[in-house]
């Protein structure tokens, strides 16, 4: 069976993977997937349904019957407008933790792969490369300094009006780290075959421009 191409991006909070990926794709024509949005929207309805974090069994079951839609951009759950929901800090704190559980990522596992359609999908998140796509085309491991990404999410959210403070943005930034890196579970790991794109000092433009190259050149 011939499968649709993967671009597998995967890397740490704030990495710029999500815009990277998604300008990839835009490049490419082929679909985009945005796992973290999986995660988040796990740890939104859990928190509405008052489920704990800790609790595996029943964040599974709520992540296997999520009801949830994209349409244009923009991410509903069961019907309501969530987009900006599930980008808050506290949201994505949570999603690291909902994300350690090996049931909610068992129960993500067929929906993620379910986004792999002609004419191909750009994927980020942590695992794409790992476990969801292993025979990705290209896998690409996208990351830059702690100090920078914190600076990047600082600019975002004042750009969005946000207050924030950036030594609270790198600390957080620093305890996701090392929670997505040492789970038990499908932990950010660097992919078999990964090519590693440092972009602390790299544009957007740049970062895409070298994921397409890299792409083109192993359809060569
Ligand atoms: O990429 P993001 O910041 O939107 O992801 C939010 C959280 O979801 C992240 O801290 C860890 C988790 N996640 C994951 O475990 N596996 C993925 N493939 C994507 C995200």
Not at 16 to 28: C, E, I, R
Not at 163 to 174: F, H
Not at 190 to 205: C, H, M, N, P, R
């Amino acid at each position: 069976m011939n499968l649709p191409p993967v671009i597998a991006i995967d890397g740490p909070t704030a990495s710029g993977k999500g815009t990277v990926a998604f300008l990839v794709a835009q490049k490419l024509g082929f679909h985009y997937l945005d796992s973290g949005a999986l995660y988040r929207l796990v740890a939104l309805a859990s928190e509405k349904q008052g489920i704990d974090v800790n609790n595996g069994p029943a964040l599974g079951e709520l992540a296997e019957n999520l009801q949830i839609s994209f349409k244009d951009g923009e991410i509903f759950l069961g019907g309501e407008d969530v987009t900006e929901a599930i980008r808050t800090e506290a949201n994505g704190l949570r999603a690291s933790n909902v994300a350690t559980q090996p049931e909610v990522r068992g129960a993500l596992v067929g929906l993620q792969r379910s986004f792999r359609q002609k004419p191909g999908l750009v994927a980020d998140g942590r695992d794409m490369g790992s476990i969801i796509f292993p025979d990705a085309k290209l896998k690409v491991f996208l990351t830059a300094s702690a100090p920078a990404r914190a600076e990047r999410r600082y600019k975002q959210l004042i750009a969005k009006g946000i207050s924030a403070r950036l030594e609270d943005l790198l600390q957080d930034l620093v305890e996701r780290d090392a929670r997505d890196s040492n789970r038990g579970a499908s932990p950010l790991v660097l992919a078999k075959g990964a090519q590693v794109l440092e972009t602390s000092d790299l544009s957007i433009d740049q970062a895409v421009q070298t994921v397409l190259d890299w792409y083109h050149s192993t359809s060569a």
